[in-house]
């Protein structure tokens, strides 16, 4: 991996990951505008989307950051046995389960002092914010991990490309995990 941090050296890295970001978020909006139906039929929803999407992110930079660490020390190896990486994935997802039942007793309360009903009961709400965020965790998960092991591979700075490889591409999974969770449970 190149040591020399300049303008120059963070650029070349950089522009290419970003341009193909802004396709990725392209086509998150979207997925987004496809179920504007559904997110007007229920507002609950509607309050859960950047809730969601931001916490996905927020979880698999947390763990980008704690990688690409361990990655300048040294100690960060891509060995299935690795304990290291396994509790950091761990930690990760039960993160993400003690979050997003918050997340949904906060939408749901949100949106009945909002509205003063709401079209989703409780219950509901809780299955989609909680099935959808242990998803996302795992989703963010792998795509942290490979985008950390790529990075590493093509001798990238992991701090350069890894945690906007991953906030957009949750972006992009938060909207269509938390989608498919509604259609199931909706």
Not at 43 to 64: E, F, K, M, Q, R
Not at 146 to 165: M, S
């Amino acid at each position: 991996m190149a040591t020399e941090w300049t303008v120059r050296t963070i650029t070349r890295a950089m522009l290419p990951v970003l341009l193909v970001l802004t396709l990725v978020e392209l086509g998150s909006g979207l997925v987004l505008g496809s179920f504007e139906a559904t997110l007007l039929e229920y507002p609950a929803l509607l309050v859960l989307v950047p809730v969601t999407i931001g916490t996905a992110g927020n979880l698999g930079s947390i763990l980008a950051a704690r990688l690409s660490t361990s990655f300048h020390l040294g100690t960060l190896s891509f060995s299935p046995d690795d304990e290291e990486l396994a509790g950091n994935a761990i930690a990760t997802v039960a993160l993400a389960l003690t979050m997003f039942p918050i997340i949904g007793v906060g939408a749901w309360v949100l949106t009945f002092l909002v509205s003063g009903s709401t079209a989703l009961s409780l219950g509901t709400i809780l299955v989609v914010a909680v099935s959808s965020g242990a998803t996302l965790a795992v989703l963010a998960v792998v795509v942290t991990f490979l985008a950390t092991y790529i990075a590493y591979r093509f001798g990238l700075d992991p701090d350069d490309v890894v945690i906007p490889v991953v906030t957009n591409v949750c972006d992009v999974l938060g909207v269509l995990v938390l989608f498919a969770a509604a259609q199931v449970f909706v």
